[in-house]
Protein backbone atom coordinates (compact mmCIF):
# COMPACT_ATOMS: atom_id res chain seq x y z
CA UNK A 1 0.00 0.00 0.00
CA UNK A 2 1.47 3.68 -0.75
CA UNK A 3 1.64 5.65 1.75
CA UNK A 4 0.00 9.22 2.00
CA UNK A 5 1.38 12.83 2.99
CA UNK A 6 -2.09 15.14 1.97
CA UNK A 7 -5.34 14.84 2.96
CA UNK A 8 -8.47 16.29 0.91
CA UNK A 9 -11.74 15.85 3.06
CA UNK A 10 -14.62 15.88 0.67
CA UNK A 11 -16.75 17.27 3.03
CA UNK A 12 -18.26 20.60 4.42
CA UNK A 13 -19.49 21.81 7.94
CA UNK A 14 -18.88 20.24 11.23
CA UNK A 15 -16.96 16.82 10.05
CA UNK A 16 -14.95 18.23 7.78
CA UNK A 17 -13.49 20.96 10.71
CA UNK A 18 -12.91 17.82 12.58
CA UNK A 19 -11.18 15.83 10.46
CA UNK A 20 -8.82 18.39 8.98
CA UNK A 21 -7.98 19.06 12.50
CA UNK A 22 -6.99 15.21 13.27
CA UNK A 23 -5.61 15.17 10.01
CA UNK A 24 -2.96 18.08 10.98
CA UNK A 25 -2.72 16.89 14.24
CA UNK A 26 -0.95 14.11 13.01
CA UNK A 27 1.05 15.46 10.90
CA UNK A 28 -0.52 15.27 7.77
CA UNK A 29 -1.26 18.39 4.78
CA UNK A 30 -5.06 19.20 4.30
CA UNK A 31 -7.01 20.18 1.41
CA UNK A 32 -10.74 21.47 2.26
CA UNK A 33 -13.19 21.97 -0.67
CA UNK A 34 -15.87 24.47 -0.97
CA UNK A 35 -19.07 25.44 -2.54
CA UNK A 36 -19.25 28.80 -3.46
CA UNK A 37 -22.03 29.26 -1.00
CA UNK A 38 -19.50 28.19 1.61
CA UNK A 39 -16.45 30.50 1.30
CA UNK A 40 -16.77 31.51 4.66
CA UNK A 41 -17.18 28.92 6.30
CA UNK A 42 -14.64 27.53 9.37
CA UNK A 43 -13.87 24.56 6.86
CA UNK A 44 -12.96 26.50 4.43
CA UNK A 45 -10.36 28.36 6.57
CA UNK A 46 -9.07 25.26 8.22
CA UNK A 47 -7.34 23.46 5.97
CA UNK A 48 -3.69 24.40 4.69
CA UNK A 49 -5.32 24.71 0.99
CA UNK A 50 -8.71 25.21 -0.18
CA UNK A 51 -10.39 24.82 -3.40
CA UNK A 52 -13.79 25.82 -4.84
CA UNK A 53 -15.39 23.05 -6.21
CA UNK A 54 -18.57 24.53 -7.74
CA UNK A 55 -22.47 26.06 -7.12
CA UNK A 56 -24.26 26.25 -3.92
CA UNK A 57 -26.59 22.99 -5.08
CA UNK A 58 -24.72 19.84 -3.75
CA UNK A 59 -24.96 18.05 -7.04
CA UNK A 60 -22.56 20.59 -8.63
CA UNK A 61 -20.26 20.79 -5.83
CA UNK A 62 -19.75 18.38 -2.62
CA UNK A 63 -21.23 15.26 -4.66
CA UNK A 64 -19.81 15.98 -7.86
CA UNK A 65 -17.12 13.82 -8.67
CA UNK A 66 -15.34 14.95 -11.09
CA UNK A 67 -14.51 18.53 -9.40
CA UNK A 68 -13.52 16.73 -5.90
CA UNK A 69 -10.86 14.31 -8.04
CA UNK A 70 -9.49 17.69 -10.07
CA UNK A 71 -9.03 19.49 -6.60
CA UNK A 72 -7.04 16.02 -5.27
CA UNK A 73 -5.43 16.54 -8.58
CA UNK A 74 -4.57 20.48 -8.94
CA UNK A 75 -3.33 20.11 -5.20
CA UNK A 76 -1.46 16.98 -5.17
CA UNK A 77 -3.13 15.37 -2.26
CA UNK A 78 -3.00 11.65 -2.40
CA UNK A 79 -5.55 10.69 0.20
CA UNK A 80 -9.43 11.03 0.29
CA UNK A 81 -11.35 11.43 3.46
CA UNK A 82 -15.41 11.52 2.63
CA UNK A 83 -16.01 12.72 6.57
CA UNK A 84 -20.12 11.54 6.68
CA UNK A 85 -22.87 11.82 4.22
CA UNK A 86 -22.98 13.20 0.90
CA UNK A 87 -19.95 10.29 -0.43
CA UNK A 88 -18.87 8.54 2.64
CA UNK A 89 -20.93 5.58 1.63
CA UNK A 90 -20.15 5.78 -1.70
CA UNK A 91 -18.73 2.79 -3.48
CA UNK A 92 -18.45 3.86 -7.28
CA UNK A 93 -16.82 7.11 -5.59
CA UNK A 94 -14.10 4.71 -3.52
CA UNK A 95 -13.99 3.22 -6.79
CA UNK A 96 -12.90 6.23 -8.51
CA UNK A 97 -10.58 7.62 -6.08
CA UNK A 98 -9.04 4.05 -6.46
CA UNK A 99 -8.52 4.26 -10.13
CA UNK A 100 -7.49 8.12 -9.75
CA UNK A 101 -4.88 6.90 -7.71
CA UNK A 102 -5.92 8.15 -4.04
CA UNK A 103 -6.03 6.51 -0.73
CA UNK A 104 -9.70 6.31 -0.20
CA UNK A 105 -10.05 6.41 3.89
CA UNK A 106 -12.78 3.96 4.62
CA UNK A 107 -13.86 0.43 4.12
CA UNK A 108 -13.62 -1.47 0.54
CA UNK A 109 -15.89 -0.49 -2.26
CA UNK A 110 -17.26 -4.12 -1.84
CA UNK A 111 -18.19 -3.57 1.32
CA UNK A 112 -20.02 -0.36 1.39
CA UNK A 113 -21.74 -1.63 -1.73
CA UNK A 114 -22.75 -4.72 0.49
CA UNK A 115 -23.79 -3.00 3.50
CA UNK A 116 -25.35 -0.09 1.87
CA UNK A 117 -28.48 -2.04 0.96
CA UNK A 118 -30.51 -3.00 3.58
CA UNK A 119 -31.89 -5.84 2.02
CA UNK A 120 -28.36 -7.44 0.84
CA UNK A 121 -27.15 -6.52 4.35
CA UNK A 122 -29.93 -8.23 6.23
CA UNK A 123 -28.59 -12.06 4.06
CA UNK A 124 -25.06 -11.39 4.10
CA UNK A 125 -25.78 -10.76 8.39
CA UNK A 126 -28.05 -14.24 8.57
CA UNK A 127 -25.69 -16.19 6.72
CA UNK A 128 -23.04 -15.03 8.96
CA UNK A 129 -25.23 -16.09 12.11
CA UNK A 130 -26.05 -12.54 13.33
CA UNK A 131 -29.54 -12.24 14.67
CA UNK A 132 -31.75 -9.80 12.61
CA UNK A 133 -35.70 -8.80 13.07
CA UNK A 134 -37.59 -11.53 11.38
CA UNK A 135 -39.50 -10.06 8.14
CA UNK A 136 -38.99 -10.18 4.61
CA UNK A 137 -36.34 -9.67 2.13
CA UNK A 138 -37.12 -11.33 -1.09
CA UNK A 139 -36.18 -10.79 -4.63
CA UNK A 140 -40.43 -10.60 -5.46
CA UNK A 141 -41.65 -7.00 -4.93
CA UNK A 142 -45.50 -6.76 -6.02
CA UNK A 143 -47.75 -5.60 -3.95
CA UNK A 144 -49.45 -8.57 -3.61
CA UNK A 145 -46.02 -10.49 -2.52
CA UNK A 146 -45.55 -7.80 0.05
CA UNK A 147 -49.05 -7.34 1.18
CA UNK A 148 -49.57 -10.89 2.08
CA UNK A 149 -45.96 -10.89 3.53
CA UNK A 150 -46.85 -8.07 5.66
CA UNK A 151 -50.15 -10.39 7.06
CA UNK A 152 -47.26 -13.33 7.69
CA UNK A 153 -44.99 -11.42 9.85
CA UNK A 154 -48.05 -9.40 11.40
CA UNK A 155 -48.95 -5.59 12.80
CA UNK A 156 -47.19 -3.86 13.42
CA UNK A 157 -44.65 -3.81 10.47
CA UNK A 158 -42.07 -1.65 9.32
CA UNK A 159 -41.73 -0.91 5.53
CA UNK A 160 -37.92 0.11 4.63
CA UNK A 161 -36.47 1.33 1.61
CA UNK A 162 -33.68 -1.44 1.18
CA UNK A 163 -31.00 1.20 -0.40
CA UNK A 164 -31.59 3.92 1.93
CA UNK A 165 -31.25 4.88 5.43
CA UNK A 166 -31.87 7.87 7.54
CA UNK A 167 -35.45 7.51 7.58
CA UNK A 168 -36.58 7.84 4.28
CA UNK A 169 -38.96 5.85 2.75
CA UNK A 170 -39.66 4.32 5.74
CA UNK A 171 -43.09 3.37 6.88
CA UNK A 172 -45.21 2.03 10.47
CA UNK A 173 -47.95 -0.02 9.26
CA UNK A 174 -50.26 -1.03 11.93
CA UNK A 175 -53.78 -1.75 10.03
CA UNK A 176 -54.17 -3.53 7.04
CA UNK A 177 -56.32 -0.33 5.87
CA UNK A 178 -53.08 1.32 5.27
CA UNK A 179 -50.86 -1.23 3.36
CA UNK A 180 -51.30 -0.13 0.05
CA UNK A 181 -51.21 3.58 0.59
CA UNK A 182 -48.04 3.07 2.72
CA UNK A 183 -46.63 1.00 0.35
CA UNK A 184 -47.13 3.45 -2.33
CA UNK A 185 -45.33 5.97 -0.26
CA UNK A 186 -42.51 4.32 0.65
CA UNK A 187 -41.59 3.44 -3.01
CA UNK A 188 -42.05 7.00 -4.42
CA UNK A 189 -39.86 8.26 -1.55
CA UNK A 190 -37.34 5.56 -1.85
CA UNK A 191 -37.13 6.26 -5.51
CA UNK A 192 -36.59 9.86 -5.24
CA UNK A 193 -34.11 8.94 -2.54
CA UNK A 194 -31.99 7.07 -3.69
CA UNK A 195 -32.99 5.57 -7.16
CA UNK A 196 -34.24 2.38 -5.88
CA UNK A 197 -38.15 1.72 -5.28
CA UNK A 198 -36.80 -1.60 -3.49
CA UNK A 199 -38.32 -2.57 -0.37
CA UNK A 200 -37.70 -4.40 2.68
CA UNK A 201 -40.02 -5.45 5.55
CA UNK A 202 -39.68 -6.32 9.20
CA UNK A 203 -41.24 -6.87 12.37
CA UNK A 204 -42.06 -3.43 14.32
CA UNK A 205 -40.47 -3.72 17.48
CA UNK A 206 -42.51 -2.00 20.17
CA UNK A 207 -41.20 0.43 22.30
CA UNK A 208 -37.08 -0.51 21.34
CA UNK A 209 -33.58 1.11 22.13
CA UNK A 210 -31.52 2.01 19.22
CA UNK A 211 -27.87 0.65 20.15
CA UNK A 212 -24.93 0.64 18.18
CA UNK A 213 -21.46 -0.93 18.36
CA UNK A 214 -18.49 0.99 17.00
CA UNK A 215 -16.55 -1.16 15.70
CA UNK A 216 -12.85 -1.36 13.58
CA UNK A 217 -11.12 -3.75 11.55
CA UNK A 218 -7.52 -3.08 9.56
CA UNK A 219 -5.43 -4.79 6.61
CA UNK A 220 -3.99 -7.50 9.04
CA UNK A 221 -6.78 -9.13 9.62
CA UNK A 222 -7.97 -7.80 13.08
CA UNK A 223 -10.99 -6.37 14.32
CA UNK A 224 -12.39 -4.80 17.35
CA UNK A 225 -14.89 -2.99 18.95
CA UNK A 226 -15.00 -0.09 21.33
CA UNK A 227 -18.02 -0.30 23.23
CA UNK A 228 -21.55 0.93 22.16
CA UNK A 229 -23.66 4.04 22.18
CA UNK A 230 -27.29 4.45 22.96
CA UNK A 231 -28.76 6.51 20.38
CA UNK A 232 -32.92 6.17 21.43
CA UNK A 233 -33.90 9.24 21.94
CA UNK A 234 -34.56 10.03 17.87
CA UNK A 235 -37.57 12.32 15.61
CA UNK A 236 -38.46 11.08 12.54
CA UNK A 237 -35.77 8.01 12.88
CA UNK A 238 -33.42 11.15 13.66
CA UNK A 239 -30.90 10.98 16.22
CA UNK A 240 -31.10 13.86 18.64
CA UNK A 241 -29.19 12.93 21.45
CA UNK A 242 -26.30 9.98 21.98
CA UNK A 243 -24.42 8.57 24.51
CA UNK A 244 -21.75 5.59 25.43
CA UNK A 245 -21.91 3.43 27.43
CA UNK A 246 -26.08 2.61 27.39
CA UNK A 247 -27.40 2.93 30.02
CA UNK A 248 -29.65 0.26 29.36
CA UNK A 249 -26.45 -2.10 28.17
CA UNK A 250 -24.57 -3.99 31.40
CA UNK A 251 -20.69 -5.93 30.89
CA UNK A 252 -22.65 -9.24 30.05
CA UNK A 253 -24.85 -7.41 27.14
CA UNK A 254 -22.15 -5.29 26.37
CA UNK A 255 -19.50 -8.40 25.30
CA UNK A 256 -22.31 -10.22 23.72
CA UNK A 257 -23.33 -7.11 21.26
CA UNK A 258 -19.76 -6.12 20.58
CA UNK A 259 -18.67 -9.81 19.70
CA UNK A 260 -21.72 -10.35 16.98
CA UNK A 261 -20.95 -6.80 15.91
CA UNK A 262 -17.45 -7.90 14.89
CA UNK A 263 -18.73 -11.10 13.73
CA UNK A 264 -20.66 -9.10 11.18
CA UNK A 265 -17.68 -6.88 10.13
CA UNK A 266 -15.75 -9.82 9.81
CA UNK A 267 -18.28 -11.41 7.31
CA UNK A 268 -17.48 -8.64 4.96
CA UNK A 269 -13.67 -8.32 5.27
CA UNK A 270 -14.07 -5.21 7.03
CA UNK A 271 -11.64 -2.71 6.98
CA UNK A 272 -11.73 1.12 8.99
CA UNK A 273 -14.21 2.36 11.22
CA UNK A 274 -17.89 1.30 10.95
CA UNK A 275 -21.19 0.97 13.27
CA UNK A 276 -23.06 -2.00 13.55
CA UNK A 277 -26.58 -0.88 14.93
CA UNK A 278 -28.99 -2.87 16.67
CA UNK A 279 -32.54 -2.79 18.04
CA UNK A 280 -32.54 -3.53 21.69
CA UNK A 281 -36.14 -5.19 23.26
CA UNK A 282 -37.45 -4.79 26.50
CA UNK A 283 -36.40 -8.28 27.37
CA UNK A 284 -32.54 -7.79 26.85
CA UNK A 285 -32.94 -9.76 22.51
CA UNK A 286 -30.85 -7.18 20.03
CA UNK A 287 -31.30 -7.72 16.03
CA UNK A 288 -29.13 -6.48 13.53
CA UNK A 289 -30.25 -3.34 12.28
CA UNK A 290 -27.90 -1.62 9.38
CA UNK A 291 -24.44 -1.01 9.29
CA UNK A 292 -23.00 2.11 8.65
CA UNK A 293 -19.69 2.05 6.72
CA UNK A 294 -18.20 5.26 7.98
CA UNK A 295 -17.18 7.34 10.63
CA UNK A 296 -20.42 8.63 12.54
CA UNK A 297 -21.64 11.69 13.69
CA UNK A 298 -21.97 10.66 17.22
CA UNK A 299 -18.38 9.04 17.09
CA UNK A 300 -16.66 11.79 20.07
CA UNK A 301 -18.49 9.74 22.71
CA UNK A 302 -17.19 7.05 21.98
CA UNK A 303 -14.16 8.64 21.62
CA UNK A 304 -14.25 10.40 25.47
CA UNK A 305 -15.21 7.12 27.00
CA UNK A 306 -12.31 5.12 25.18
CA UNK A 307 -9.68 7.72 25.44
CA UNK A 308 -9.10 7.06 21.83
CA UNK A 309 -8.64 8.94 18.89
CA UNK A 310 -11.07 7.96 16.16
CA UNK A 311 -9.84 9.42 13.15
CA UNK A 312 -6.17 8.85 13.80
CA UNK A 313 -7.01 5.33 13.75
CA UNK A 314 -8.64 5.92 10.50
CA UNK A 315 -5.65 7.27 8.74
CA UNK A 316 -3.23 4.73 10.10
CA UNK A 317 -5.60 1.98 9.22
CA UNK A 318 -5.42 3.66 5.78
CA UNK A 319 -1.61 3.79 6.01
CA UNK A 320 -1.48 -0.05 6.29
CA UNK A 321 -0.77 0.05 9.69
CA UNK A 322 -2.50 -2.39 12.52
CA UNK A 323 -4.94 -1.71 14.72
CA UNK A 324 -2.88 0.15 18.15
CA UNK A 325 -4.96 -1.69 20.78
CA UNK A 326 -6.40 -5.59 21.52
CA UNK A 327 -9.88 -5.85 22.29
CA UNK A 328 -8.41 -6.55 26.10
CA UNK A 329 -6.41 -3.47 26.16
CA UNK A 330 -9.26 -1.35 25.25
CA UNK A 331 -11.06 0.55 28.86
CA UNK A 332 -14.16 2.65 29.45
CA UNK A 333 -14.03 5.07 31.34
CA UNK A 334 -17.11 7.63 32.85
CA UNK A 335 -19.62 8.24 30.44
CA UNK A 336 -20.19 10.89 27.96
CA UNK A 337 -23.44 12.72 26.29
CA UNK A 338 -23.86 14.67 22.74
CA UNK A 339 -26.18 16.94 21.59
CA UNK A 340 -26.91 18.23 18.23
CA UNK A 341 -27.73 22.06 17.45
CA UNK A 342 -29.16 22.86 14.59
CA UNK A 343 -30.37 26.24 12.84
CA UNK A 344 -34.31 24.71 13.42
CA UNK A 345 -37.28 25.94 14.79
CA UNK A 346 -39.13 23.56 16.74
CA UNK A 347 -42.08 24.74 16.93
CA UNK A 348 -42.69 25.02 13.43
CA UNK A 349 -42.18 21.29 12.89
CA UNK A 350 -38.38 21.42 13.03
CA UNK A 351 -38.14 23.74 10.03
CA UNK A 352 -34.57 24.47 8.94
CA UNK A 353 -33.47 28.30 9.57
CA UNK A 354 -31.30 30.43 8.05
CA UNK A 355 -29.55 33.47 8.55
CA UNK A 356 -26.14 35.13 9.92
CA UNK A 357 -23.95 33.75 12.63
CA UNK A 358 -23.44 37.50 14.32
CA UNK A 359 -22.21 35.70 17.20
CA UNK A 360 -20.91 32.10 18.39
CA UNK A 361 -19.59 31.82 22.08
CA UNK A 362 -19.56 28.21 22.40
CA UNK A 363 -18.88 27.01 26.86
CA UNK A 364 -15.82 25.85 27.81
CA UNK A 365 -14.58 24.02 31.13
CA UNK A 366 -13.82 20.96 32.54
CA UNK A 367 -15.53 17.41 30.82
CA UNK A 368 -17.22 19.94 27.82
CA UNK A 369 -16.44 19.37 24.07
CA UNK A 370 -17.48 21.16 21.29
CA UNK A 371 -17.64 19.99 17.42
CA UNK A 372 -18.31 23.07 15.19
CA UNK A 373 -18.59 23.82 12.10
CA UNK A 374 -19.47 27.93 12.11
CA UNK A 375 -17.67 31.45 12.92
CA UNK A 376 -19.15 34.70 13.22
CA UNK A 377 -19.64 36.11 10.22
CA UNK A 378 -20.85 33.25 8.28
CA UNK A 379 -24.19 32.21 6.22
CA UNK A 380 -26.30 29.44 7.33
CA UNK A 381 -27.92 29.08 3.98
CA UNK A 382 -30.81 26.35 2.42
CA UNK A 383 -28.82 24.47 0.47
CA UNK A 384 -27.30 22.03 3.36
CA UNK A 385 -27.85 19.98 5.97
CA UNK A 386 -28.51 22.85 9.20
CA UNK A 387 -26.46 21.47 12.06
CA UNK A 388 -23.95 23.96 13.87
CA UNK A 389 -22.17 22.39 16.08
CA UNK A 390 -22.40 18.86 18.45
CA UNK A 391 -21.94 19.89 22.11
CA UNK A 392 -20.64 16.38 23.99
CA UNK A 393 -19.78 16.51 27.68
CA UNK A 394 -17.75 13.82 29.49
CA UNK A 395 -18.33 12.91 33.52
CA UNK A 396 -16.93 10.00 35.98
CA UNK A 397 -21.06 8.81 35.66
CA UNK A 398 -23.57 9.54 33.48
CA UNK A 399 -25.76 12.34 36.28
CA UNK A 400 -22.54 14.22 35.86
CA UNK A 401 -21.97 14.22 32.46
CA UNK A 402 -25.87 14.98 31.91
CA UNK A 403 -25.59 18.08 34.31
CA UNK A 404 -22.52 19.42 32.27
CA UNK A 405 -24.24 19.11 28.81
CA UNK A 406 -27.13 21.52 30.35
CA UNK A 407 -24.74 23.51 31.50
CA UNK A 408 -22.73 23.56 28.18
CA UNK A 409 -25.70 24.38 26.53
CA UNK A 410 -27.00 27.15 28.64
CA UNK A 411 -23.52 29.11 28.57
CA UNK A 412 -23.11 28.31 24.35
CA UNK A 413 -24.89 31.44 22.49
CA UNK A 414 -25.40 31.60 18.99
CA UNK A 415 -26.25 35.28 17.95
CA UNK A 416 -28.47 35.51 14.12
CA UNK A 417 -30.48 32.32 13.29
CA UNK A 418 -32.77 30.41 15.48
CA UNK A 419 -31.52 26.96 17.29
CA UNK A 420 -33.02 23.88 18.98
CA UNK A 421 -31.28 24.73 22.01
CA UNK A 422 -34.35 24.96 24.12
CA UNK A 423 -35.71 21.53 23.36
CA UNK A 424 -32.53 19.63 23.83
CA UNK A 425 -32.14 21.35 27.37
CA UNK A 426 -35.78 20.14 27.88
CA UNK A 427 -35.13 16.65 26.19
CA UNK A 428 -31.74 16.64 28.58
CA UNK A 429 -33.65 17.53 32.31
CA UNK A 430 -36.76 15.92 31.55
CA UNK A 431 -37.39 12.78 34.04
CA UNK A 432 -37.43 9.85 31.59
CA UNK A 433 -34.27 10.58 30.02
CA UNK A 434 -32.58 11.68 33.36
CA UNK A 435 -33.54 8.20 34.58
CA UNK A 436 -31.83 6.19 31.28
CA UNK A 437 -35.33 5.35 30.49
CA UNK A 438 -35.66 6.56 27.05
CA UNK A 439 -36.87 4.54 24.30
CA UNK A 440 -37.04 5.15 20.44
CA UNK A 441 -41.21 6.58 21.41
CA UNK A 442 -39.62 8.97 24.15
CA UNK A 443 -40.14 12.47 22.06
CA UNK A 444 -43.65 11.10 20.68
CA UNK A 445 -44.86 9.84 23.95
CA UNK A 446 -43.72 12.99 25.93
CA UNK A 447 -43.04 15.87 23.94
CA UNK A 448 -46.34 15.48 21.95
CA UNK A 449 -48.14 18.65 24.04
CA UNK A 450 -44.83 20.18 25.00
CA UNK A 451 -44.80 23.60 24.81
CA UNK A 452 -41.23 23.43 23.62
CA UNK A 453 -42.65 22.19 20.58
CA UNK A 454 -45.11 25.40 19.99
CA UNK A 455 -43.64 28.36 18.49
CA UNK A 456 -41.50 30.48 20.77
CA UNK A 457 -42.56 34.24 21.26
CA UNK A 458 -40.23 36.80 23.10
CA UNK A 459 -41.91 38.95 25.35
CA UNK A 460 -41.33 42.75 25.21
CA UNK A 461 -38.46 42.45 27.53
CA UNK A 462 -36.61 39.86 25.78
CA UNK A 463 -36.88 41.97 22.70
CA UNK A 464 -35.66 45.11 24.48
CA UNK A 465 -32.51 43.39 25.79
CA UNK A 466 -31.90 41.95 22.12
CA UNK A 467 -31.96 45.29 20.96
CA UNK A 468 -29.12 46.74 23.22
CA UNK A 469 -27.15 43.64 22.66
CA UNK A 470 -27.80 44.32 18.83
CA UNK A 471 -26.58 47.86 19.12
CA UNK A 472 -23.53 47.17 21.51
CA UNK A 473 -22.35 44.57 19.36
CA UNK A 474 -22.98 46.60 16.18
CA UNK A 475 -22.45 49.95 17.02
CA UNK A 476 -26.07 51.09 16.20
CA UNK A 477 -26.49 54.56 18.23
CA UNK A 478 -29.78 53.67 20.66
CA UNK A 479 -29.85 57.68 21.21
CA UNK A 480 -32.18 59.57 19.64
CA UNK A 481 -34.65 62.54 20.02
CA UNK A 482 -36.83 61.29 23.27
CA UNK A 483 -35.10 58.56 24.07
CA UNK A 484 -32.57 57.84 27.15
Same mark, same amino acid.
Given at each position: ???F???????????? $??????????????????????A????? #? =?A??????????????? @?????????? &???????? +???????????????? =????????? /? %???????? @?????????????? /????????????????????????????????????G???G?????A?????????S???E??? /????????????????? #????????????????????? =??? *??R???????????? $???????? @????????? *?? =?????? !?????????????????????? *??? +???????????????????? *????? %?? &?????R?????I??????????E??????????????????????????????? $?????????????????????????????????? $?? !????N????????? +???????????????????????????????????????????????????????
Amino acid at each position: MSRFGKVLVANRGEIA $VRVIRGAQAQGYATVAVYSEADADALHA #H =CADESVCIGPPAVSQSY @MNVAALLEAA &RSTGADAV +HPGYGFLAENAAFARA =CAEAGLVFI /G %PSPDAIEL @MGNKRGAKLAMLAA /GVPCVPGYEGDAQDDDTLIAEIRRIGFPVMIKAAAGGGGRGMRLVTAASDLAAELQSARSEALH /GFGSDELILEKAIVRPR #HVEVQVFGDTHGNCIHLGERD =CSV *QRRHQKVIEEAPSPA $VDADLRAR @MGETAVRAA *QS =CNYVGA !GTVEFLLDEEGGFYFLEMNTRL *QVE +HPVTELVTGQDLVAWQLRVA *QGEPL %PL &RQEELRMTGHAIEVRLYAEEPGENFMPQTGTILDWRPATGEGVRIDAGIRPGQP $VTPYYDPILCKLICHGRDRDEARERLVRALDRSG $VL !GVTTNRRFLRELLS +HPTFADGEATTAFIDQEFRDSDTLRPYRPDDLEFALAAIVHASRFGHGLARPGLR
